[in-house]
């Protein structure tokens, strides 16, 4: 959480992803190892892509070392549960059942994950947050993936907010 500008506390970290968001400010040419995509967005920032998160960590330390502005992107996907009995059900199981469920398409990692919730019931929905644009790609990609317990649908997260413009509410971009 954001603290006092006079406090000494760190806001806390993100967590460490695939991809991270360059800064049009830095036009140098990148050469990071682990490098597998880079995509030049039209305002001249730039998307890596890395192959593992700790090619990416290193990238984004060593880029913030030398005072270049980056940060780690994130994707988000909404999902619907099917045929899983809620009341029946730990969160903490199911929450894994369904990041496994996740992590088990190509180019996904799930980074952050919640259920919504009702009344402290669990309603049958919730989000995830995904580390690269293919795998979000790909896990929207899927009609619908079962598990032991019922079966999930992942949908584009849609951000309703008039301060974000249509494609990246569409594409459920958080950096």
Known sequence: MA???NSNEQRPRRKAGRTLLVSNEHTDELSFDGLKDTHTTDSGSRFLVFETVDNARSAYKSLRENGVKTKYCY???FFRLRDVELENVEYDSLKEEVTTLANSVEDSNVLYFKFYTKNKALMGSGDLTVDTK??????????ELTFSKGSASFYRFK???GKQNADEASAGVSA
């Open 75 to 77: 994707y988000k996907v």
């Open 3 to 5: 603290t006092n500008s």
């Open 159 to 161: 951000v309703k907010s």
């Open 134 to 143: 293919l795998g979000l790609d790909n896990l929207v990609s899927q009609k």
